[in-house]
């Protein structure tokens, strides 16, 4: 007895058609016309469970129907991460070619975690990672890496990778050091990991927001007298708050001497390498042993995209390599490289393949130039608040992070008055949806954050929101 189409989760030939022209038209008109909606999507659970919530259906629904209900009801209310004026957290500024790759990707259905699954698509994750090997001058013949879901699973899986090529299986006395700007996911990282509280030593940083280099070497000293045993350094290339980069190469030294795993956190500023100004800043990144690089991030792929790199392939396939009975036979030789035996996950995504789509398109020189534009908007906006008289530059421009409060010369206001004054122009401008900006705190003063790492941010698209800020602050 032949199933009903509809039991088969089959559409017509025609239906098929129909429904993939509607999903590429809305995307292309998204990435046409984004820059004309507000970037800040709004609503309460109430409101959205009136629009959303009801009983799982037991019947069909015409995918016409359902395609609507998703552009009407879904897509208005998230958040534009890749519009002009989405300057918090980190933007996701994506790009067209490898949001296509991504729609071939899941549409193939394609398994990229044994090379026996998809000799094509672990292919292309080695010949991708290579290619960032060579950007950040990692060893050509013993380097390695996969593709991860985004930063946290990257330094999770750097992190294991450390504890068991250091530890081994007793890492009760082991000690991790960051500073106190390394981003959170290292914390969760190394909590999930089984690591106690005081096995994690945040170090302060200097007035830059760098590791404070003394500090540290005395943690190490103090650890080791106290019978701990030191076995991660962990620094940032890049943080979250300010885009500093931590001193790579003094940190690589140390951690030399002392027999330390280098992990640097590049999620944020790695991309930054492939400017004149980034490069510079990344001297030092070459000496790691591990660092991870998010792609959707300043390479501008959508999400989910992270990266791992390390010295040395055999340290993820010595950690993470476990071959039960079913997958005995799809082994493979030494060549053939099952991505599933150098991280976490055993079911994989292509992930390579929008990054190598998106590459190959486009070329590296555009990718450079963008991220070279980054780095001139910042500079250039800088230069803009120092010039007037109602804006404090708090942390300058760096690897298109800058941290600014409204400070106007001509009031004499407490730093009570200003938190309050600053945190007022964040809550109206993200009330408005016209731009999304909030705070950050850095050297106790509330401040706004902005990541200027869109290439399709335009220096009008700043000052307009420079200007609604002063608005607001009235």
């Given at each position: 007895?032949?199933a009903q ?11 098929m ?7 590429v ?39 016409d ?54 000799p ?5 994750e ?42 081994g ?59 701990w ?118 079911t ?14 486009f ?34 421009a ?62 009008a ?14």
């Amino acid at each position: 007895m032949k199933a009903q189409q509809t039991a088969r989760l089959e559409l017509s030939e025609q239906e098929m058609r129909d429904y993939g022209y509607k999903v590429v038209d809305a995307i292309v008109a998204h990435h046409l016309n984004q820059h004309k909606e507000k970037p800040v999507a709004q609503a309460s659970r109430a409101e959205m469970d009136s629009l959303l919530r009801e009983n799982v259906p037991e019947n069909a629904t015409a995918v016409d129907d359902v395609f609507n209900t998703v552009m009407e009801k879904v897509m208005p209310y998230t958040n534009i991460m890749s519009h002009p004026k989405f300057y918090s957290f980190v933007p996701g500024p994506s790009n067209y070619v490898s949001a296509m790759a991504d729609a071939l990707a899941t549409g193939f259905n394609v398994f990229s975690g044994g090379w026996a699954a998809s000799p094509a698509a672990a292919e292309l994750e080695i010949v991708t990672i290579n290619w960032l090997l060579n950007l950040y001058g990692f060893p050509k013949k013993r380097g390695g890496g996969i593709f991860t879901s985004g930063g946290s699973m990257a330094n999770l899986t750097a992190l294991i990778t450390a504890r068991n090529i250091k530890c081994g299986d007793d890492f009760s006395k082991a000690v991790i050091y960051l500073s106190d700007q390394a981003h959170s996911s290292n914390i969760k990282a190394i909590r999930v990991m089984g690591f106690r509280k005081e096995q994690i030593r945040l170090i302060p940083t200097d007035m830059e927001f760098k590791f404070s280099i003394n500090k540290l070497k005395n943690a190490i000293n103090k650890d080791r007298l106290e019978g701990w045993k030191p076995f991660c350094l962990l620094a940032s290339a890049g943080t979250t708050n300010t885009g500093t980069v931590d001193q790579l190469t003094e940190l690589s030294e140390i951690a030399k001497k002392e027999d330390l795993w280098f992990h640097i956190d590049g999620a944020y500023g790695g991309a930054a390498i492939l400017s004149k100004n980034g490069k510079q800043l990344l001297k030092g990144v070459e000496k790691a042993d591990s660092l991870t690089v998010d792609p959707h991030k300043w390479f501008y792929q959508p999400y989910e995209m992270g990266c791992l790199l390390v010295r040395n392939h055999k340290w993820l396939s010595g950690t993470f390599t476990e071959v039960p009975e079913y997958l005995k036979d799809v082994e493979g030789n030494k060549s053939e490289i099952n991505f599933y035996d150098h991280g976490i996950q055993l079911t994989r995504r292509f992930r390579a393949l929008k990054f190598y789509m998106s590459v190959k398109t486009f070329g590296l020189k555009a990718f450079r130039e963008a991220v070279q534009y980054n780095f001139d908007l910042c500079e250039k906006v800088e230069s803009i608040l120092r010039k007037s008289a109602k804006w404090e530059v708090v942390s300058p421009a760096t690897l298109a992070v800058i941290n600014f409060r409204y400070h106007p010369i001509d009031q004499d206001l407490s730093e009570e008055e200003l938190d309050a004054l600053n945190s007022k122009i964040s809550e109206r401008v993200v009330n408005s949806r016209e731009a999304m900006l909030v705070t950050t705190v850095l050297n106790g003063q509330i401040v706004l954050r902005m990541c200027l790492i869109n290439p399709r941010t335009t220096l009008a698209d700043v000052e307009e929101t420079i200007a609604l800020c002063e608005k607001m602050a009235e």
